[in-house]
């Protein structure tokens, strides 16, 4: 292990934290050559304690989901900067933005908990942000909007979103269309 991961390692378990980092691979028979003694012989004892296979054994309860959120849901799969600190510094912004997002999404005081206080204070039923768009792009529809001006307003990236969304909702069916067409077809074929 070099150095600096001695020392930070070392840092981590002065606050009481233990670290646990096989220093082997399932897939090796035996130590990896020059991996023994000092922090490699500690980890492989640790990890052979049951309290240090069971503490193991949850890296994926609860480490392994940020890295699968980072890598997969926000799309953040490489590093954008070079050098150590660099990248140190793009690492700790990621997670700042992480634990943000966990803060927005499970604020006790959140957007939707406030919009249901106002509701209840109106003697409303209260529905939710969702609810609220399509009521918007509803009213929007019945009074006539422009298709392209609703997808703008409600900021779909396409126009196809909010004709699958709210197609249903245009005036007009198949059968009026298929008669003006046919209307269509008669005059073009009779002038």
Known sequence: ????????????RSTGIQVLIPPDAKSRKGTRPGWDGGLYAFMRRALATDRGGELYGRRQAIIE??????????????????GRAAVRTEWRTIMATHNLLKLHRHSPISVVDRAHRIWRAARLTPIGP??????????AIAAGVNIKALQTFMGHASITITLDRYGHLLPGSEAQAASLLDAYLTDRSAG
């Open 130 to 139: 969702h609810e609220c768009r399509h009521t918007f792009a509803t009213m």
């Open 65 to 82: 989901p940020v890295f699968a959120n980072t890598k997969f849901n926000r799309g953040i799969d490489r590093f954008r900067r070079r």
């Open 1 to 12: 292990m070099p150095a600096t991961g001695t020392s930070n390692r070392c840092s981590v």
